[in-house]
């Protein structure tokens, strides 16, 4: 075998042991980085591990790695380009980058930078896209070594592993806001009364539909002592969760009031406002009506706060209840607050509801409005009240058809019995 055949040889041999070393160090690289990934590693060591191994083991001067956090496309790791260019906003170019392919943006101030981008796809949809530099890309090249494929399998292992953990953190996200859900379902049964009044004197029955699964209605009845009782109905601007807990914070400052016997009207609104408005900061605010019976005297007492004017029928006339003040906790002082009084001389019928009732449309786009709750109860004001709310539900129904409820619906119905056979003076 002459000379120049034992060169050739030995350069085969080299060139063929070069080709294996390398193709071992990209065994190696995506191995360490599967092994990173089972050990659980943060998603910034990952990048810190992905920017080591492109720089220090390969050599890569210049590579941008861009991956989607939340709605937006963001740099992960950089190396080689300045802050400044990695600001410029890049999500109008990255649609065009369906697969590994040449950059050619000569005039952009920041893709100008490189040469080639390398996209990684999970089914239909981009996790990730590395750009690199041409520097050294074309120096191993010449090595017999494809430099790319080997970025876009450790770029690929990386943004798949990135995409897993952000699902997983979705998935335990999810997981918590059906516990705070769950929760709060509970604080709001606890809210809204499972069992109201039917006697000798008065009956009492609610709806309540919320329109997230928990909302911001309340309505509560009261038997305040010494023939007295009293029901409310409130709502807070809002809906969800945080609707829910503020309006049981509410609740729980208006049973410490309503009980005191010989506050006033004036303080025991006020009082409620401040409380209010120190829990909600001013953000939100309460629409409220309550009214105290006094069974002996006959005597109805009732105060509006910015509410839909409950519906009171009696001897065959409606009349709206609709003095008061104006909502609370929207300002540190209300500046007039009035009460309306009313004496009984025959059993009365009272509707009490939130706006998701008389803001319900159908596909018309009408309104549940006012005049048809008023023909509502005139059609209906004989029947007890639990039939009656049924019955209200149907119509509800009904009217809606395939419209779906726009917001938490709450209604509490009552009927004081004044002269009936069924009414026993207390």
């Known amino acids: 075998m002459d000379t120049s055949q034992n060169i050739n040889l030995k350069t085969r041999e080299e060139i063929l042991e070069t080709k294996l070393t390398l193709q071992q ?13 089972n050990n659980n590693i943060a998603i910034a060591d990952l990048f810190n591990l992905y920017k080591g191994l492109l720089t220090w083991e390969m050599g890569i001067k210049k590579f941008a790695l861009y991956t989607r956090n939340k709605d ?4 992960a790791t950089s190396a080689g380009i300045e802050e400044k260019c990695l600001k410029e906003n890049i999500e109008a170019y990255l649609p065009h980058y369906q697969r590994r392919q040449s950059v050619d943006e000569p005039s952009h101030p920041l893709l100008q930078h490189f040469s080639v981008v390398v996209p990684v796809y999970h089914k239909e949809y981009a996790i990730a896209y590395t750009f690199l530099g041409s520097d050294t890309l074309d ?10 494929s080997l970025i876009s399998a450790i770029t690929n292992v990386i943004a798949v592993a990135i995409e897993n953990k952000r699902l997983f953190k979705r998935q335990l996200d999810q997981e ?42 309340y309505y ?33 400052n208006l049973q410490t009031l309503v009980h005191r016997k010989y506050l006033s009207v004036k303080k025991f609104t006020n009082r409620l406002n401040s409380l209010v408005l120190r829990t909600t900061q001013g953000d939100k605010f309460i629409t409220f009506f309550i009214a105290r019976y006094h069974v ?3 005597r109805l007492r009732y105060l509006c706060a910015g509410h839909n004017p409950p519906f009171m029928y009696t001897q065959g006339k409606i009349q709206r209840l609709d003095k008061g003040c104006t909502i609370l906790g929207a300002f540190p002082k209300i500046p007039v607050i009035e009460f309306g009084e009313i004496f009984l001389e025959d059993d009365a019928l009272f509707l009490l509801y939130t706006d998701g009732l008389t803001d319900l449309q159908n596909e018309n786009d009408d309104y549940f409005d ?23 539900m149907e119509e509800v129904n009904t009217f809606k058809g395939k419209r779906s409820f726009p917001d938490d619906i709450s209604v509490l119905t009552g009927r004081l019995f004044v002269n009936s056979s069924k009414n026993t003076e207390a």
């Open 296 to 298: 002996r005297k006959k």
């Open 25 to 37: 160090l990209q065994f190696n690289r995506v191995l360490e980085i599967t092994q990173a990934i």
């Open 139 to 148: 120096d191993l090249d010449s090595q017999g070594y494809d430099p790319i």
């Open 220 to 252: 509560d009845f009261f038997e305040v002592g010494s023939g007295e009782v009293a029901f409310c109905i409130a709502d807070i601007s809002g809906k969800g969760i945080a609707a829910a807990l503020l309006m049981s914070n509410f609740q729980a």
């Open 176 to 217: 918590r806001l059906k516990r705070e859900m769950e929760l709060a379902v509970q604080v709001q049964n606890m809210l809204i009364p499972s069992e109201l009044p039917n006697n000798d004197q008065y009956e009492f029955a609610g709806i309540y539909q919320p329109h997230e699964g928990v909302g911001g209605d």
């Open 72 to 75: 937006a496309w963001v740099c």
């Open 370 to 392: 006012d005049d048809h709750v008023e023909q509502f109860i005139q059609k209906n004001s004989d029947l007890p009240v639990k039939a009656f709310n049924e019955k209200l």
